[in-house]
């Protein structure tokens, strides 16, 4: 029998490649996508689970990219088991302070682009009567986030995107899961500019991101609505996320996320 097929987006380092190694080692076939210059090295590590691994360099910020990754998908001629829409970024700083063009690229990457993507990867799963997806959302996604608070935004977009897409589909045979990580041990925060922070520099350490993905898809596999993942202290807050006040939340995030050497 064919290994099943998944897709995951933003798989040339961190969380993403995380996601496409656990689902190499279950035994699925892949397409992976990033805009890159390590997806290549990606797919060569990745090849080395057994799985075919297929690599499509595409900037999933545009309608050209999305074109590009879903022509590679249906070239294959193979329903799409799993679908993790995992490609975002992020930017650090005060927002009157930051790059408004760097924004505009992380809302067209983060919202924008998922969007796109989860209208082709819907209407083909409804075709072919069932399927799996897992957005990567994020715990800032439910927090009073000053310093990214457009990075913030945009995941708040994805996780109400998710909740509501999954309610949707509720008597089909899809199931959509938001799997909301905290700070994680990968170069997002070098990414962001925030290397300078405590969340930057040590905050991060508080989840590796082989343990986020594992999490994430074995959430995804039972089909459940979300997960916060993977440290402790992440499942608290998320716990925490709708009790505590937004001037109290928004404290906790400044400290994490200001300069070090700032006052």
Request: a negative charge; aromatic letters at 4%.
């Amino acid at each position: 029998m064919a290994n099943k097929l998944a897709l995951v987006t933003g798989a040339s380092s961190g969380i993403g490649f995380s996601l496409a190694k656990e689902l190499g080692s279950r035994g699925y076939d892949l397409v992976i996508c990033s805009a890159g210059a390590r997806l290549e090295a990606a797919a060569d590590t990745l090849r080395s689970t057994g799985s075919a691994v297929e690599a499509i360099q595409a900037d999933l910020a545009t309608r050209e990219g999305i074109d590009e990754l879903w022509n590679a998908v249906k070239a294959s001629s193979r329903p799409l088991d799993i679908a993790c829409i995992n490609a975002g970024v992020g930017v650090g700083g005060l927002f009157y302070e930051t790059d408004l063009d760097e924004e505009l690229k992380m809302v067209d990457l983060n919202c924008t682009g998922t969007v796109h993507l989860t209208k082709h990867v819907i209407k083909s799963m409804l075709g072919q009567d069932g399927g799996k997806i897992l957005f990567t959302a994020s715990i800032a996604g439910e927090m009073v986030a000053p310093r990214e608070a457009v990075y913030a935004a945009t995941k708040a977009f994805v996780l109400s995107f998710a909740h509501s897409v999954r309610y949707e589909l509720r008597d089909s045979n899809i199931t959509v899961t938001a799997l909301q990580p905290g700070p994680t041990n990968t170069d997002f925060f070098h990414r962001a500019g925030m290397d300078n922070t405590e969340v930057g520099s040590k905050g991060k350490s508080e989840s590796e991101p082989d343990d986020v993905a594992h999490q994430g898809i074995e959430a995804l596999l039972a089909g459940k609505d979300h997960v916060y993942a993977a440290s402790g202290k992440t499942k608290l807050e998320g716990m925490l996320a709708n009790v505590v006040p937004g001037s109290v939340k928004g404290s906790m995030h400044e400290k994490m996320a200001k300069p070090l050497d700032e006052k």
